[in-house]
């Protein structure tokens, strides 16, 4: 193909999807050149604001360097004859609104001059649906913690950072003592109760760095990173005595018995879901030992 019918086909396509209602498409050379009505609203800017700025200037400050390639005519001019540049980029809008889109950045001859075109779609909403859905998947719907899924992957990540770093970790494992009576004698209802007020307990006295979730049925885990096995027996007193001593409607005080397991010398041969093994383990002695206690590996 020619250069002129190459510039002459851009020039239809453009014109072509200029107004087209879903996808918004820009011309730039050093800046923006032209943007249609999709465009516009999606970024959330008029032509007039368009024109005076660099598509760069789209994107947070932080993330331009990350996708400084997109707005790069010389990379664009490269890549012309191989795969287009496709990806999801974060757009900043007006009040700071940011959007997500699935852009698709290209190069061609306008009038001769080296020109980019950006196609821009909306996917802002099916961004957030996504968070949501990978949110239900690693959260507890009762107690609104982490569930077993998120736990057992944040153990392999903080394994590997300990080992790393070389910096302790412990895992607290407990449960509820005697659970089923709870649900047997008071009800499901008071049961869940008895769940959300626990997990409200833990939140309250753990670091912010601290890993929470609710491992199945009346059984959880704190994860602790930089604490060695002292550091979270205190942690894990400090819940045991607080639980003691709540008083919870219809069901009255409760008790938890808990096993913890550490990171010991930096052990590079321990599996990480060994580790949470270790602390059931604990777990499982503290509860031969008479339950409402703690007890370290």
Not at 69 to 93: G, V, W
Request: with cysteine.
């Amino acid at each position: 193909m020619g250069e002129k019918r190459k510039m002459l086909f851009n020039q239809e396509l453009f014109n072509l999807l200029k107004e087209n209602p879903l996808t918004g498409l820009c011309f730039f050379q050093e800046k923006i050149i032209d943007a249609n009505t999709t465009f516009q609203e999606i970024t959330g800017c008029s032509k007039k604001e368009l024109l005076k700025i660099s598509p760069l200037l789209l994107l947070k400050a932080e993330d331009q360097y990350l996708y400084q390639d997109f707005f790069s005519l010389e990379i664009l001019e490269k890549k012309e004859q191989s795969l287009p540049l496709i990806a999801e980029l974060p757009i900043m809008c007006h009040l700071k609104e940011t959007k997500w889109v699935l852009a698709h950045s290209s190069f061609f001859l306008l009038d001769n001059k080296p020109t980019g075109a950006l196609f821009i779609l909306d996917i802002t909403m099916q961004k957030f649906l996504q968070s949501q859905v990978e949110k239900l998947a690693i959260t507890d719907p009762l107690t609104g913690t982490h569930n077993r899924i998120a736990l057992e992957d944040k153990v392999k990540e903080e394994v590997l950072l300990s080992l790393k770093k070389q910096k302790p970790l412990s895992l607290i494992f407990f449960e509820i003592d005697n659970f089923k009576n709870v649900n047997d004698q008071f009800g499901h209802e008071a049961g869940d109760r008895t769940l959300i007020e626990l997990a409200r307990i833990v939140q309250k006295n753990i670091r912010t760095i601290d890993f929470f979730a609710r491992y199945g049925g009346a059984e959880f885990a704190i994860l602790t990173p930089g604490a060695d096995v002292l550091d979270a027996i205190r942690i894990a007193e400090r819940i045991r005595l607080e639980v003691e001593t709540t008083h919870i409607d219809i069901v009255g005080k409760n008790t938890i018995t808990c096993g913890i397991s550490q990171l010991k010398n930096f052990e590079l041969d321990t599996p990480p879901l060994q580790f949470v093994r270790m602390a059931i383990e604990a777990l499982l002695k503290a509860r031969e030992q008479g339950r409402n206690r703690v007890l370290a590996w």
